[in-house]
Nanobody, 124 residues
């Protein structure tokens, strides 16, 4: 069992930056693929970024490439999402997720554990 707790959301102006953190419980954190998803009002939850267990491989949705960076610190059981040059369309609740399978995936159904989410609001 893994418990995930996100933090770092907030209100920021367009062009600004935020860094989200996701703290995980459990001794097997370093074996999980970790992902970030987001859900805007009235829309389905969508993939944002994922990182392999070692941190050596990452994958992003096209709209955030070059602006967002996912990273992890296995010693701290934490995964991060650095978000730069934020746009109003990035406004959503951001969720951290863990995948036991071991390979990077953008599919929601592949993820086994989810956090409660943190709100990110970007004003124009």
């Amino acid at each position: 069992q893994v418990t995930l707790v996100e933090s770092g959301g907030g209100l920021v102006q367009a062009g600004g930056s935020l860094r989200l953190s996701c703290a995980a419980s459990g001794r097997t954190f370093s074996s999980y693929v970790m992902g970030w998803f987001r859900q805007a009002p009235g829309k389905e939850r969508e993939f944002v970024a994922a990182i392999s267990w070692s941190g050596g491989s990452t994958y992003y949705r096209d709209s955030v490439k070059g602006r967002f960076t996912i990273s992890r610190d296995n010693a701290k059981n934490t995964v991060y999402l650095q978000m730069n040059n934020l746009k109003p369309e990035d406004t959503a609740v951001y969720y951290c997720a863990a995948d036991r399978a071991g390979w990077i995936s953008a599919r929601r159904d592949d993820y086994d554990y989810w956090g409660q989410g943190t709100q990110v609001t970007v004003s124009s």
